[in-house]
């Protein structure tokens, strides 16, 4: 079969040859787009490279249009650099399906470039391997995440601030550290905001760094009061259940989507989160294992939520004697509360309103 050869984009594409349906993979990066298309019978019919633009998301889908009927999609990155790609391809009405990365034995044997790994996408899609439907990020729960990602950085340079001031206050000089021993945070930090520069570097690395604390914290509370505003306006009975915060809330709500409907049932949350025990049996050996995959924040997340409920909730301590009395670790037991929560947050996500296609712009 020869392959036609194109000298701009290493475009090597060839005419659909028995079937009219094509499947589409695309490997994406920053600036480039590779694509690969497949036919239905597995033959692939050309590579091309796109530039990560509207104007190149539009090139793509009509030369993928070109070589036959296009309804699927394979999409690596869809979170990421293939998110525009992914919100483009819906918008036109095509089926985009999130890819996951080769794993390390088909790299071995296949090798690696983009031209590979969008094959390979694509293949991922053709076989079934690849089935699960990319995150929408058009709605309040993508607010959530930006926010979240911006108060995260801001908690922990407060946390550094924090410490690196503590840290020169301890070879300071004596006058000056006696005069500020003994005193909470923060008194700590206005006293140290009202130093005098002028009286040496000492003095004025402590009143820049509280100045930058103060800075901080007024930007976490901010952004606390956006997150449990939007939280409220979204998902509010998500935070009357015991122990689940603003912070908490917002982790499990991202950890779904907007598009929570992507999600088959509260088992398919419950994995998503690394919440469910997996398959460990082998001959006579009939057991299961700790789940270390999914989602290591919203994984943690739940486990917050099950310390907050072993301290305040009645029902959970009463939980915790009677699994304990029949031989379960307090491990063992907060791993089963996990689960539990895991399904009531479910509940609770799965009866949020759908958004509203494009109301976030691409």
């Known amino acids: 079969m020869t392959i036609l050869s194109m000298p701009h984009g290493g475009d090597t594409t060839q005419p659909p040859a028995d079937s009219t349906t094509v499947v589409l993979g695309v490997d994406t990066h920053k600036d480039i787009h590779v694509a690969a298309a497949v036919s239905a019978l597995g033959a692939l019919l050309g590579t091309r490279e796109f530039p990560a633009t509207t104007t190149g998301y539009r090139e793509l889908l009509s030369w993928a249009r070109s070589l036959g ?24 009405g095509i089926v985009v ?6 794993d390390r034995a088909a790299r071995r044997r296949s090798g690696k470039t983009d031209a590979v790994d969008a094959e390979a996408a694509a293949r991922a899609v053709l076989g079934g391997r690849a089935t699960g439907c990319p995150k929408s990020k058009d709605g309040p729960v ?12 801001a908690v922990r340079n407060r946390t550094q601030a924090i410490n690196q001031l503590k840290a020169i206050l ?13 005193l909470t945070n923060p008194a700590l930090f206005k006293a140290c905001a009202q130093l005098d ?17 103060k800075q ?7 952004l606390t009061r956006q997150i449990t505003t939007i939280i409220q306006g979204h998902q509010p ?12 809330a917002a982790i499990l709500l991202v950890a779904a989507g907007d598009n929570h409907d992507r999600l088959r049932d509260e088992a398919s949350f419950a994995a998503l989160c690394g919440v469910s025990p997996v398959e460990r049996s082998s001959g006579k050996s009939q057991r299961r294992r700790l789940n270390r995959g999914g989602n290591r924040q919203a994984n943690a997340a739940l486990y917050r939520i099950v310390l907050s409920r072993l301290r305040w909730e009645e029902r959970s301590r009463a939980y915790l004697q009677r699994r304990t009395a029949e031989g379960k670790t307090k491990r063992e037991v907060i791993r089963c509360l996990k689960r539990y929560v895991a399904r009531e947050i479910h509940r609770c996500i799965a009866g949020a309103p759908l958004p509203v296609p494009g109301s976030l712009p691409a």
Do not use: F, M, W
């Not at 790609?85 to 819906?90: E, G, I, V």
């Not at 993508?142 to 950085?153: P, T």
């Not at 301890?170 to 003994?182: N, W």
């Not at 009975?237 to 908490?248: F, H, I, N, R």
């Open 69 to 92: 009927d296009l309804r699927q999609a394979g999409v690596e990155g869809t979170g990421s650099y293939g998110a525009g790609l992914s919100r483009y391809l819906a918008g036109e």
């Open 97 to 102: 399906i999130e890819v996951n990365r080769p």
């Open 216 to 222: 901080l914290t007024a930007e976490t509370t901010a």
């Open 237 to 248: 009975q998500l935070l009357e259940l015991t122990g689940v915060g603003p912070d908490s």
């Open 142 to 153: 993508e607010e959530l995440r930006v926010l979240k990602v911006v108060k995260d950085s």
């Open 197 to 213: 520069p002028d009286e040496g570097a000492v003095h004025h690395a402590l009143r820049l760094l509280a100045h930058r604390i």
């Open 170 to 182: 301890v070879s300071a000089p004596a006058r000056l550290r006696e005069s500020l021993a003994g």
